[in-house]
């Protein structure tokens, strides 16, 4: 692993997970996703991953328009890298999901290395009642729906987005063998050092959050990338500051944010994103260790620039 001499923190704003009635701080509007990416950076997060929603009901949305409601003005009011989602959500097609990021050209985009079950299906048992008529079925429908990412797909993510819009990505790997499907990549000169490997601990269908699951991603990817890699760790829920804070003593970066996480302690909701990005921080500082810049993380992850994308 590239040696990290400071942390990136990556905040994953909305996702498309979570709906509206956990949580009443979950940005849905344009307005709303601005305004906590905004809040996020100035935090301390290097890093913005977005996704976008119909602002009427909260559902997940792959709607370049939509985006472009809000990447100017999260361009304008800060200077993080704008990282945009290709895996979408739930029902998606590969052209739908990739359609904001080809609009849009960003610094980064995420690439998930492998098809997986993604089980949504358990929080049902926790609400009597929804806000909206979609979201009970869009987590029953998770019980018999796989997140398809082929490696066609993934190829074509490559080409389009990669060589064709200069971006870089988040490489978001979910089991073992999702590491192994990136280092294939390598090998064949598909994608190029250095990579940012966001290993995804505690859903539902991927690599669970244990500890020695986490040490275990980790030898694993210094065995296939040696020092061509920068490491990131995300886990869902509860596990998610826990394992952060493991990770970043072993030299990882750290990714939070309502996408991953509705609380910031137990039984307490968190009000907005920026104070996930305030509790990681602290914690990271507490260890001694220093929080990198938007700058210094494209400097660290060789981003083409801010100036080179199309908002």
Not at 136 to 163: K, M, P, Q, Y
Request: hydrophobic letters at 40%; a negative charge.
């Amino acid at each position: 692993m590239a040696k990290t001499d400071k942390v990136i923190i990556t905040c994953a704003v909305t996702g498309s997970i979570h709906t509206p009635t956990m949580s009443p701080h979950l940005p849905v509007t344009p307005d709303q996703i601005a305004r906590d990416a905004v809040a996020a950076a100035e935090a301390g997060a290097a890093i913005i991953h977005l996704h976008a929603r119909d602002p009427e009901t909260g559902q997940p949305s792959p709607d370049p328009d939509l985006f472009m409601r809000f990447l100017p003005r999260i361009k304008q009011q800060c200077d993080a890298v704008v990282n945009i989602t290709t895996g979408g959500g739930q029902g998606m097609t590969l052209d739908q999901r990739i359609a904001a990021a080809k609009r849009a050209s960003p610094e980064m985009a995420s690439l998930n290395m492998g098809s997986i079950n993604f089980g949504l299906y358990p929080m049902l048992s926790r609400y009597q009642s929804f806000d909206h008529a979609w979201e009970r079925a869009h987590l029953e429908d998770s019980r018999d729906a796989i997140f398809r990412n082929t490696f066609s797909d993934i190829e074509r993510v490559l080409e389009e987005l990669g060589e064709g819009c200069g971006t870089r990505f988040e490489y978001e790997c979910y089991d073992v063998g999702h590491l192994y499907t990136l280092a294939h990549f390598l090998d064949r000169g598909l994608v190029k050092p250095p990579l940012f490997v966001q290993t995804v601990f505690g859903i539902l269908g991927g690599i669970g959050p244990d500890p020695e699951n986490v040490l275990h991603m980790r030898r694993i990817a210094d065995k296939l990338f040696g020092d061509d890699y920068r490491w990131s760790i995300l886990a869902a829920g509860r596990h998610q500051m826990p394992l952060a804070t493991m990770a970043a003593t072993m030299g990882a970066n750290v990714r939070v944010g309502l996408e991953d996480s509705l609380y910031l302690a137990k039984g307490e909701l968190a009000p907005d994103n920026a104070s996930q990005v305030a509790k990681i921080r602290r914690i990271l500082e507490e260890l001694s260790l220093e929080i990198a810049t938007p700058d210094e993380a494209r400097a660290m992850l060789a981003l083409k620039g801010g100036d080179q994308v199309g908002f």
